[in-house]
Nanobody
C-alpha cells in the first residue's frame, strides 16, 4: 500500500489562484499515471487533469486554459496549478495514481485523502 500525501487546499476568492501538491512513493510515481479528480456535494467525481501515455495530458473542458498539471520527478510530486478560480471549482480535490491491469476494463487506483478547495467571496 502507498499513501498519497496532498497539500495546498484552502479558501480563495474568485479569480484567485491555488496550487495543490501530491507526493507519492517513487515506485508509484514512476509506474502509475498521476492525476487529479474532484467531487462537489451531490455530484459525481470527475477528472480534472491527468498525465496519460507518453507524458501527454488530459484536462476537463471546464478547466482548460486555467489549470495546469505538472510534476517534479526528483520530488515524486505532482502539482495542480489552478488560476482564475471560479465558484464552480469548489470541491474536494483528490490526487489519483492509476494503472491498467491485465484484462479488459481492469485498473488499479491509489487515492489521496482529499483536500477542500473553496472559492468564495
Amino acid at each position: 500500500q502507498v499513501q498519497l500525501v496532498e497539500s495546498g487546499g484552502g479558501l480563495v476568492q474568485p479569480g484567485g489562484s491555488l496550487r495543490l501538491s501530491c507526493t507519492a512513493s517513487r515506485s508509484i510515481f514512476s509506474n502509475y499515471f498521476m492525476g487529479w479528480y474532484r467531487q462537489a456535494p451531490g455530484k459525481q467525481r470527475e477528472l480534472v487533469a491527468a498525465f496519460t501515455s507518453g507524458g501527454s495530458t488530459n484536462y476537463a473542458d471546464s478547466v482548460k486554459g486555467r489549470f495546469t498539471i505538472s510534476r517534479d520527478t526528483a520530488k515524486n510530486t505532482v502539482y495542480l496549478q489552478m488560476n482564475t478560480l471560479k465558484t464552480e471549482d469548489t470541491a474536494v480535490y483528490y490526487c489519483n495514481a492509476r494503472r491498467h491491469g491485465v484484462g479488459a476494463a481492469t485498473r488499479y487506483d491509489y487515492w489521496g485523502q482529499g483536500t477542500q478547495v473553496t472559492v468564495s467571496s
